[in-house]
């Protein structure tokens, strides 16, 4: 390929680029509209992108021979399906299929060689090759496709792609051999949000594939289309419609949606109260008349009041502490101990109003007591006459900044309580025996403080944890 023709290519890519771009940062703006999918198509016919270099082989080939009859053959892996009808061929033919990397631009998985490579055939064989839910990153399975590569190094993408999400397959048919992979011929952000009440969600649709009618220097087939690389993908031309729970455009009770241009961006403004159920469904819908394409890409929205419901658990754990023990007991009493206690907080996103509520205490647990250090052998007696708790928390304070301020959204907690000591003996050698000295116990004003960032927690379900370094573990979950 010359660097003439890979300038130009590169110069096109780029005017197309810069164009999808500046629309997303006017949608950012808040300046949209409305209007047909094909409304910012490109008139100037598309070239295939830029070739890539073949595959290299990396697992086991298989091959077997298949006549007139027909047949068919399973990659080693499982990965890929071959299915010859009868009529496919006239005579044995020895098919194989050989894995290699996927050099597809956004290519995801395992790619394969089909060989006899080059051989073609009047009656389609069928391709299907199986997909990963780890494939499914950035992308609804709706968004993935088959793709090839010809002679030249260049990848088409095979527009006629049957994705059956039941059993994550994508079956093509094809009249002709070479390397098959699976690749993102669109992508959709973002596939799960939260949004709170008459708060805001943006989506687009991106196009992984030149989204033009016809191509110059192309193989002239209506199904295929050239993939573009990561760098060149952009928001899709052909979608233009956006529904909520099925309803175009919305409603009041879900929750609106409104294109921006090109239409494949788009904001959700979610309802004004949170609906029953509380998760809503938004979605895209592509359409391609000129090559027969039609796409749903869903997404979930689940809508969330102003205020954020949080389960709070504190672990307290001497083991955690150097030494592994701290002093229980006014006589020096030392063991191993831990504690906990839960409680609610209620944060206004709105307002930046805190409340800590339904404080639960434990009861304090202690492990291997004993008297206090005693390298020179001075105690010779040690007891203590009650239980010791670490804190018995009685109020709770709050504070919340809801703006985020240097990507933070800061929540401080305070519980107020107190420290129970249980009283005990200690004796001493001396002439007359081992002296004893009572020690009283007492109850103290203890607190415990901690400070986390709400804004690491994305949605309801999501739980972030906060050591404090003094023994404590704090974590927070976010129920509603």
Known sequence: MSSQWTSAWRDKGRGWYAGGLVAGLILASGVGCGGGSDVNAPEDPG????????????????????????????????????????????????????????????????????????????????????????????????????????????WWAMLSTVVDEAHHTLTVPTTHFSSYATARFWQFFPKEASARVNGTVHFSVIACVEEHDVFEGGPGEDDLSSLVPDTLCVPSIRTGRWLVNNQEGGNGTAGTIAAGSPTSQAVFTGPARVPSPRTVTVTGLLTWEARGVTKRFDAAVTIIGDTTKLHLTGVFDTGALQG???????????????????????????????????????????????????????????????????????????????????????????????????????????????????YDGGAFDTRVDFTFDRSRMTEPGSSITVNDGAGWTYTIEWRE
């Open 47 to 154: 070239s295939p992108s830029p070739p890539t270099a073949k595959g290299a082989p990396n697992g086991q080939a298989v091959t077997k021979t298949i006549g007139a009859e027909g047949g068919t053959l399973v990659s080693a892996d499982a990965g890929l399906t071959l299915t010859v009808p009868a009529g496919a061929v006239s005579q044995p033919t020895e098919f194989g299929i050989q894995p290699v990397t996927n050099e597809a631009y956004n290519g995801v998985g395992q790619a394969y060689q089909l060989t006899p490579e080059g051989q073609t055939f009047t009656t389609p064989v069928q391709v299907s090759l199986g997909y990963s839910e780890e494939d499914l990153v950035g992308t609804p399975a709706a968004g993935l496709g088959v793709a090839y590569q010809d002679a030249d190094g260049h």
């Open 324 to 438: 592994g023990e701290i002093v229980v007991s006014p006589n020096g009493g030392m063991a191993h101990v831990t504690d906990k206690f839960e409680a609610d907080l209620a944060l206004n996103e709105a307002t930046g109003g805190a409340k800590v509520s339904e404080i639960t205490n434990f009861v304090t647990q202690m492990s291997g007591l004993h008297g206090p250090p005693d390298p020179l052998g001075i105690y010779c007696f040690f007891s203590v006459d009650g239980s010791y708790e670490h804190i018995t928390a009685t109020t709770g304070e709050a504070t919340f900044n809801p703006a985020v301020e240097s990507g933070r959204a800061d929540a401080s907690v305070t519980l107020k309580g107190v420290a129970t000591y249980p009283g005990g003996d200690l004796g001493s050698p001396t002439d007359n025996g081992c002296e004893k000295v009572h």
